[in-house]
């Protein structure tokens, strides 16, 4: 059973979702309910999109399970449409943003096991939608440029975030980035490692 939410009870559920007094578990179902019904074409996508924009203070594990699916499809969907794309490209963003500035690139001493999963999925959508935001890029050159003098060095560049920042220098270089990844490849030790490089 799914729930079909319309206008009107988005705005009246916005407050307990932006307050996060509505449950965890609640929040991620009006996602994910909204989600299949916009994919069996009875829920239009721009309701969708009102629902999702509420979440930009989200910092839970579960209902970013939640929100990476979704924006991760629509992001599929519209990259065919540049108009929507447009639009729907800095929402994400700013979603993504919201997430990277409550829990940041750097694991801390009270981060449980799902912070840290949340951080590495956080991590993953900067590299999607983010790329392009000076910061997100600064930190990213600098991880690269400590693990390109040491590859050892699982603190500045742990394995978990290495393909996506992978991604942003690639995203952001030129043909010497490009090159530089792509030399880790044949330097790595394991399959393991050069999986990162793909």
């Excluded at 790329?131 to 560049?157: C, I, P, T, Y």
């Amino acid at each position: 059973m799914r729930v079909k939410l319309t206008s009107e009870m988005i705005d009246r559920l916005s407050t307990g979702i932006q307050s996060k007094t509505l449950p965890a578990v609640d929040r991620a179902g009006l996602l994910l309910d909204g989600y299949a019904l916009v994919k069996a074409g009875k829920l239009s996508p721009e309701s969708l999109i009102k629902l999702l924009s509420n979440y930009t203070d989200e910092d839970d594990y579960t209902v970013w399970t939640g929100i990476a699916g979704i924006i991760g499809g629509l992001d599929a969907v519209l990259s065919d449409d540049p108009t929507m794309c447009g639009y729907f490209k800095p929402m994400a963003k700013k979603i993504v943003m919201g997430l990277h500035d409550k829990i940041g690139w750097d694991a801390t001493e009270s981060d449980g096991h799902l912070s840290t999963l949340l951080r590495g999925m956080m991590i993953n959508l900067l590299s999607t939608f983010c790329h392009d935001d000076a910061d997100v890029a600064a930190e990213a050159w600098r991880r690269f440029a400590l693990f390109q003098e040491n590859h050892g060095d699982m603190k500045s560049l742990p394995s978990d975030m290495r393909t996506s920042v992978f991604k942003i220098v690639v995203k952001n270089g030129g043909e010497k980035e490009y090159e530089a990844v792509k030399a880790y490849f044949d330097l790595a030790t394991d399959n393991a490692e050069r999986k990162f490089v793909l």
